[in-house]
């Protein structure tokens, strides 16, 4: 499984429309950003740090074709990276954050 870190408002419009096409970030770097279950707890501290009201997305790569590219990114790590929208059938499960907790810490305990 990989994962997408996101405000949950973004998921909501995403289930909404049937396809989530990214945050800003993704839609200025041309590809949604994903996680491997090694990255995202880093991926959540980098980026994250004192933010609120987050879904944990946990998506099935064989639901997202040909789209899904592992590229270097990060230390030279290859990150999945989805070309195109996510549709809402590649999600698995979503788990909801808990506002009085670090994301970081928050998604530790969720992939533990």
Same mark, same amino acid.
């Given at each position: 499984?990989?994962?997408?870190?996101?405000?949950?408002?973004?998921? %909501?419009?995403? =289930?909404?429309?049937?396809? @989530?096409?990214?945050?800003?970030?993704?839609?200025?770097?041309? *590809?949604? &950003? !994903?996680?491997?279950?090694?990255?995202?707890?880093?991926t959540?501290?980098?980026?994250?740090?004192?933010?609120t009201?987050?879904?944990?997305?946990?998506? %099935?790569?064989? =639901?997202?074709?040909?789209? @899904?590219?592992?590229?270097?990114?990060?230390?030279?790590?290859? *990150?999945? &990276? !989805?070309?195109?929208?996510?549709?809402?059938?590649?999600v698995?499960?979503?788990?909801?954050l808990?506002a009085?907790?670090?994301?970081a810490?928050?998604?530790?305990?969720?992939?533990?």
């Amino acid at each position: 499984m990989i994962y997408k870190l996101l405000p949950t408002v973004e998921w %909501d419009d995403a =289930r909404a429309v049937g396809h @989530l096409v990214g945050s800003a970030v993704d839609r200025q770097d041309g *590809f949604i &950003h !994903l996680s491997a279950a090694d990255q995202v707890v880093e991926t959540a501290r980098r980026h994250f740090t004192g933010a609120t009201g987050l879904t944990l997305l946990t998506v %099935d790569p064989e =639901r997202l074709g040909d789209g @899904l590219r592992w590229e270097p990114s990060r230390g030279g790590q290859l *990150f999945p &990276h !989805l070309y195109g929208p996510l549709p809402v059938a590649a999600v698995v499960s979503t788990q909801t954050l808990p506002a009085d907790q670090p994301a970081a810490d928050a998604v530790a305990a969720l992939l533990a």
